[in-house]
């Protein structure tokens, strides 16, 4: 049975979030939202009330507010072997001991620890892509 490695970065995925993902000629692309930390987040609504000249939060728009601190995630893959997509309840069947984490990205490998390839597991979603690796790109809420 193949094992799941959660992957930690400095931020988490939104609680909320599944995985969004498109391929095109560039190859795969999956999105997440993603939440920074409370120190970005304090430092994005700093910003906003500096560069507007704005004494207080209550004077941000509810778009900038609620966005400050959070951004979205992209892992690029320009080349797999297989996705498959599912309910994230089905796809974590396979797995122990992961059912009830928060969204997260795992790593997944074979008895020899060898990648295998991502899990992408959302708030709903379950997303498997067989590749050796993936490039991330993270970006501002539009």
Aim: proline share 3%.
């Amino acid at each position: 049975m193949n094992e799941l490695q959660k992957i930690d970065f400095s931020w988490k995925i939104e609680s909320c979030s599944d995985p969004l993902f498109c391929y095109d000629e560039y190859g795969l692309k999956v999105s997440f939202m993603i939440f920074m930390g409370k120190e970005i987040r304090q430092s994005d609504i700093s910003k906003w009330l500096s560069l507007y000249n704005v004494e207080d939060e209550l004077q941000i728009p509810d778009k900038e507010y609620n966005h400050s601190g959070y951004r979205i995630a992209n892992f690029s893959f320009s080349g797999f072997h297989s996705m498959y997509c599912t309910d994230r309840e089905s796809g974590l069947a396979a797995y122990m001991d992961v059912a009830s984490d928060p969204p997260a990205v795992y790593r997944e490998v074979n008895k020899e620890n060898n990648t295998l390839g991502y899990v992408f597991v959302g708030h709903d979603l379950f997303l498997s892509v067989k590749a050796q690796a993936y490039c991330i790109d993270i970006h501002f809420l539009q």
